[in-house]
């Protein structure tokens, strides 16, 4: 895919480092992290929390909180223009314009002594400055139906507490897409929201991405919301991409033992009948971001751990545009999961 | 991170991390909260020990032949039923006792291996023997006894003396002027006085009239010659024990009341919520000095229950809050479903919990009385004229202060101010200790 | 919005009678109206006449069950026999002291005419004794005091604002003296208030906004100790200040009115006030000003870290954008809050503050009135008090609606 044209690519992070410098040390929440959106394209970082999803996107926002967080290195390509060089004042005109989020917590994420009509508007105001009111309210309103929001208009008057988290969800993404930008950053967009509400917000994302050709990169720990949106999967372990690929690939061949790790932890279609298979767990859980070591971080919870390991392992491509950063990825790792995924679960394991 | 802590009582879990573990583990790390702590520490220490250190009577007295000791007289005999001297007393010897109870204890253990529930029991009877030892000096068979001899009351009419029988030694207890009698000790008749580091009496009335510092009188003296040190140092006692006296009345007060709305609801609560709304309406400081005025024979104790009466409506609706919150929960219900009664629920189960929050504001609460009080007795309505306060040595400063006695009104202030602060920090670095958010 | 601003405008008048009731209760606590010998220590220690004692004894109906004590003293019911009585003792009251100016004027003739006589006497008899002059009757002088004390016992009841007359200063009554010292007060407390949030707000928001750096830092601290020091020694000491100040710097520290006011044009009246005002608004504003400048801080502090401003951002909200227009009025909310529990100490603190400044205000009147036992104005200075802060939490009600749209609909169901 596109991994092969770099230049080809809407959004293109260089060997990304943020790193927060706390009284508990200096935390390398993202530590070197390279990946690429093309236009139109859909990108899942997958990881459990504490991996630096949440701050790589927000990172690109710029919206972390400056003097804790740092970005120590790396390059934020946004359409050839770096954004890491951008001032506060510059980032401002690209945030909602071009590059838009939205964000976990549809509960908290609406000012709540503002009307959501006003809201709407600003968004849109904001990046066009003086346009007539009635053209912000007209565009407000259409924007909030294009996320299918029943009767727009009278909704514009209401505060966010009169709405569910469903409709303050749909909210968030037509202020989000008001501006039509290129490039929707989606920071677990479902995780707060109710299984039923969940398919009916991630559908519209969908819909909206194929109508607007919007490169959206999805950040989740959910593998079943990865598979079902995203063309192209990063797994995140500590600070670093430990595995990326095209979604089908990864879930079908998963390379490093964390890949495979979350891939058992998930229950698998079916799985219910057999009674007896029960969710594989990785023991022990993502070090402190400050006590990182320079060795393969995910080495003392992996089954396959070697002496080799204590060698930070590079990111190696496997062919097909797949890659892993692990020693053994070639051979004894996927032997290992294809021989325990045969064991556990006879068929339809690899059906993703 | 704290997430167990809002669905379990935390003040219910045993094990070796409890709640309150958690809060001083946080607190410790407070360098200005712990710096507060300890300099509240050091001005009870200061209070108590305000006698020994600045009094015009003399530990020991040897005149014409005749032993007396008059100042540890004065340490266990009430002079006046109606001052918190009794109590500061007792503290003044918990602070030799309770010291080398621990000094003993540890010894004691020491060079041995004991189990935690041995050393414990060690601990706590060690302890509990140093805070009986400080009642000690207190009794004794028909513990005193007021008045004098008529032979005593011939010679020298003016004077009250309070005869004790003590538990190991008998004296007399009288107000007469040791520091202008010690000119006429003679060394040749083998004659000697033993007077505390700062000879001179918070009380006692000299002709040295607002003299600036020197000396002979370190900070000066009042407009009637009285030594400012002293007072100062005899004044903390009634800063320091009303804050605490008049708050804890408020926090009992609050906590009743409070409670009571918060758990039976409905109807309760109303009325209780509204009662307390009338009441807020009510300018707190005008009230007080109203009803302190209405009292004829006032003494510091009503000074502290007025204070103590009127403030407990912050507390009470705090405590209600917490209570309509707690009262919803699971442990709750769970006590419920078990049989148990309501006073139960609520100090048992509820109470312990909502603790966290009436801590610190009892914390700032304190800080409040003890402005209330130095503002009080700057006005004329604290303790009654000859004791001592920090407010009534300011007032002194304003009405002199085309005189420039400006040593009535820096010392007393910043001592006031000091106190204030200290408790404030303390209540501040309580509030951040809990809050889970600072926690990690 | 409207249904829970109309509930608590309901809520009022239960409120009011609530005030009365805690007020009354204060009365039954004077020893001066409890019991039957109250008040006899006033009496003896000299702070009340035995007149005055019975004119407040009156005012509050001392030796009547207590519900009927209270329902007089507000004024629903009236014992018949004795507004009749009263009315009566006005009337006459009123014929005495006419009848006593007619006396006067002829016993001034009288002596006139006597020293006249004497003079003649005198000069043309040598010397002879003059006639004393007549003692007035004793019976006619003890009818004419119970007169005087029924003439001053209110005939209406406090739901009429008649707080009856003063019982230290004669003929004067407290309705009077509260009309003289409410509008200082008032107009005090409203500069105070005002002053406050104007200070408090932009000290808190720029302080939550540079967190952490110097300026912060120091700001924390002062506002600390600005916190913790008693307002009537920072009050002895600004005096202090001013006493040692040359006299072209000095601010004046005692009342609010210049010398030779009523003769000042209005600008420079004005300006002379502004001046009285300086150091007594100080003294009064500093320490709620940095308790809530603290609130703000915190409060804003809490707002910024929250998901709807990181949103702002998102959108490409300018910071200040964020700030003034996002969080400040979220902030605004607890703020808004603490009016209602800064009014009580604020009219509660001007007792010390007008003291010491000589403010002729409600606090002065009520210190005086304590140090005096003029228990009536002391009742109706509580109520008033009580009252007014009672209007003043309403207002913090109604902004708390108006800032916070979530509340009507919380509160409303």
């Known amino acids: ?352 | 991170m704290s997430e167990p802590q809002a669905q379990t009582p935390p003040a219910m879990t045993g094990g070796s991390q409890s709640y309150w573990d958690l809060v001083w583990g946080q607190f410790r790390k407070n360098r200005l909260a712990l710096v507060s702590l300890v300099v509240i520490a050091v001005l009870f220490v200061l209070a108590a020990w305000a006698p020994v250190l600045a009094e015009g009577k003399p530990w020991v007295w040897r005149e014409d032949g005749r032993t007396s000791y008059p100042l540890p007289a004065w340490l266990t005999a009430p002079t006046s039923g109606m001052s918190v001297d009794y109590l500061f007393n007792y503290f003044f010897f918990l602070t030799l006792t309770v010291p080398a109870a621990v000094l003993l204890v540890r010894r004691s253990m020491r060079g041995k291996e004991f189990s935690a529930k041995v050393a414990r029991k060690r601990w706590s009877l060690g302890l509990l023997a140093a805070v009986l030892a400080g009642v000690v000096p207190f009794i004794g068979p028909g513990s005193y006894e007021r008045g004098a001899t008529p032979a005593e009351k011939e010679a020298q009419p003016e004077l009250q003396i309070v005869k004790v029988w003590h538990f190991f030694r008998r004296y007399r207890l009288d107000n007469r002027d040791y520091l202008g009698a010690r000119e006429s000790l003679s060394k040749e008749r083998g004659d000697y006085a033993y007077f505390p580091l700062v000879a001179q009496d918070p009380l006692g009335q000299t002709t040295d009239l607002l003299q600036p510092p020197s000396s002979k009188h370190f900070l000066g003296t009042d407009n009637q010659g009285r030594d400012v040190l002293a007072r100062m140092l005899h004044g903390g006692r009634i800063s320091l024990s009303v804050g605490f006296v008049a708050v804890g009345i408020a926090t009992l007060i609050g906590i009743l009341i409070g409670g009571i709305a918060g758990y039976y609801r409905g109807w309760v609560d109303i009325a209780i919520s509204r009662f307390i709304e009338v009441v807020i309406c009510f300018p707190t400081f005008f009230l007080i000095i109203t009803i302190i005025a209405f009292i004829d024979e006032r003494s510091i104790f009503h000074v502290m229950l007025v204070i103590g009466l009127t403030g407990w409506t912050g507390l009470a609706r705090l405590v209600r809050g917490e209570f309509l919150k707690l009262a919803d929960q699971d442990f709750v219900h769970a006590a419920r479903a078990l049989g148990c009664g309501g006073a139960r629920i609520m100090f048992r189960h509820i109470l312990p919990n909502a603790m966290a929050p009436v801590l610190v504001s009892v914390a700032f609460a304190v800080a409040g009385a003890v402005l209330t009080e130095s503002g009080l007795s700057y006005l004329g309505f604290g303790a009654p004229p000859p004791t001592p306060t920090w407010g009534e040595l300011i007032s002194q400063g304003k009405t002199h202060i085309f005189e420039g006695a400006w040593w009535l009104l820096y010392f007393p202030g910043f001592m006031i101010f000091l106190s204030v602060t200290v408790y404030n920090l303390a209540g501040d670095g309580l509030r951040d200790a809990m809050d889970p958010r600072m926690r990690n | 919005m409207t249904t829970y601003i109309l509930k608590r405008l309901l809520l009022m008048p239960l409120m009011v009678l609530g005030i009365t009731l805690v007020s009354f209760c204060v009365i039954i606590l004077a020893p001066g109206t409890s019991g039957k010998g109250g008040g006899s220590g006033d009496v003896r220690s000299g702070k009340l006449t035995q007149q005055q004692l019975e004119v407040m004894q009156r005012t509050f109906h001392v030796g009547k069950p207590i519900y009927l004590r209270y329902l007089y003293w507000l004024g629903v019911l009236q014992p018949e026999a004795t507004q009749a009585e009263l009315v009566e003792a006005r009337r006459k009251l009123a014929g005495v002291r006419e009848q006593e100016a007619f006396l006067e004027d002829r016993v001034e003739d009288e002596r006139r005419y006597r020293a006249y006589v004497a003079h003649l006497d005198r000069t043309l008899l040598g010397s002879r004794d003059p006639a004393s002059p007549a003692t007035p009757d004793p019976d006619l002088q003890k009818t004419i005091e119970e007169i005087e004390v029924d003439a001053r016992v209110p005939l209406r009841g406090m739901l009429f604002l008649d707080f009856g007359m003063s019982v230290t200063t004669t003929s004067v009554s407290v309705w009077q003296k509260i009309k003289e010292a409410l509008p200082v007060t008032l107009a005090m407390n409203l500069i105070v208030v005002i002053v406050i949030y104007l200070s408090s707000l932009p000290i808190g928001i720029h302080s939550a906004t540079h967190q952490n750096t110097f300026s912060d830092k120091s700001t924390t601290v002062l506002l600390f100790v600005l916190y913790s020091l008693p307002s009537f020694w920072v009050s002895i000491l600004m005096i202090k200040l001013m006493v040692s100040l040359p006299d072209y710097l000095r601010l004046p520290f005692q009342g609010i009115f210049p010398a030779g006011a009523e003769e000042m044009a209005t600008l420079p009246l004005l300006w002379a006030c502004t001046k009285h005002l300086a150091l007594p608004v100080a003294a009064q504003c500093y320490g709620s000003l940095a308790l809530l400048s603290r609130f703000m801080r915190a409060s804003m502090l809490d707002v910024i870290r929250s998901d709807f401003v990181r949103t702002a951002r998102a959108k490409g909200c300018r910071e200040t954008t964020v700030i003034y227009r996002h969080a400040l009025r979220n902030s605004l909310i607890p703020i808004v809050t603490l009016l209602g529990g800064l009014l009580p100490g604020l009219l509660g603190g001007s007792v010390i503050i007008e003291t010491i400044f000589g403010i002729p205000g409600m606090g002065y009147l009520g210190y005086n009135a304590v140090l005096t036992r003029d228990y009536t104005v002391l009742m109706a200075l509580f109520t008033a008090s009580a009252v007014l802060t009672l209007l003043g939490i309403l207002v913090s009600d109604i902004l708390y609606v108006l800032v916070d749209p979530r509340i009507s609909f919380e509160k409303g169901r």
Request: proline share 7%; hydrophobic share 40%.
């Open chain 1, 1 to 352: 895919m596109s991994d092969t044209q770099p230049n080809g690519a809407l959004l293109q992070v260089n060997d990304l480092r943020t790193h927060f410098h706390t009284d508990a040390g200096v935390a390398r929440a993202v530590d070197g992290i390279t990946f690429q959106i093309a236009e139109g394209e859909c990108l899942a970082i997958v990881g459990e929390s504490g991996c630096g999803k949440s701050v790589t996107s927000l990172s690109i926002m710029k919206l972390l909180p400056m003097p804790p967080a740092r970005i120590a290195s790396g390059r934020i390509l946004f359409n050839g223009r770096d954004l890491v060089d951008l001032g506060q004042e510059e980032m401002c005109g690209v945030r909602g314009n071009d590059i838009a989020m939205i964000f976990q917590e549809p509960q908290s994420a609406l000012n709540p002594v503002f009307t959501i009509g006003d809201q709407v508007a600003e968004a849109y105001t904001v990046h066009h400055p003086g346009t007539p009111m009635r053209e912000a309210y007209e565009r407000s309103v259409e924007a909030l139906k294009s996320v299918g929001i029943p009767d727009p208009a009278r909704r514009m008057g209401d505060y966010p507490h009169q709405l569910s988290g469903g409709m303050k969800q749909r909210v968030c993404i037509a202020m989000a897409l008001i501006c039509s930008p290129k490039l929707l950053i989606a920071d677990e967009p479902t995780t707060a929201l109710d299984v039923t509400i969940q398919a009916q917000i991630l559908e519209l994302l969908m819909d909206l991405q194929r109508k607007h050709r919007l490169a959206l990169l999805l950040i989740t720990h959910d593998l079943g919301v990865v598979a079902e949106m995203a063309q192209r999967t990063c797994v995140m372990y500590a600070g670093k991409i430990v595995e990326s690929g095209a979604t089908r690939e990864i879930f079908s061949r998963p390379l490093h033992p964390y890949t495979q790790g979350l891939m058992r932890a998930r229950p698998a279609p079916g799985s219910s009948q057999h009674g007896r298979q029960r969710l594989a767990v990785i023991p022990g859980r993502v070090p402190a971001a400050t006590q990182f070591q320079d060795d393969c971080r995910f080495r003392p919870r992996c089954p396959l751990a070697q002496e080799k390991c204590a060698q930070e392992p590079p990111l190696e491509d496997y062919g097909a545009a797949h890659r892993a950063a692990c020693w053994c990825a070639k051979r004894e790792g996927y032997d290992a999961w294809k021989d325990a995924a045969a064991a556990s679960a006879p068929k339809g394991a690899s059906g993703a």
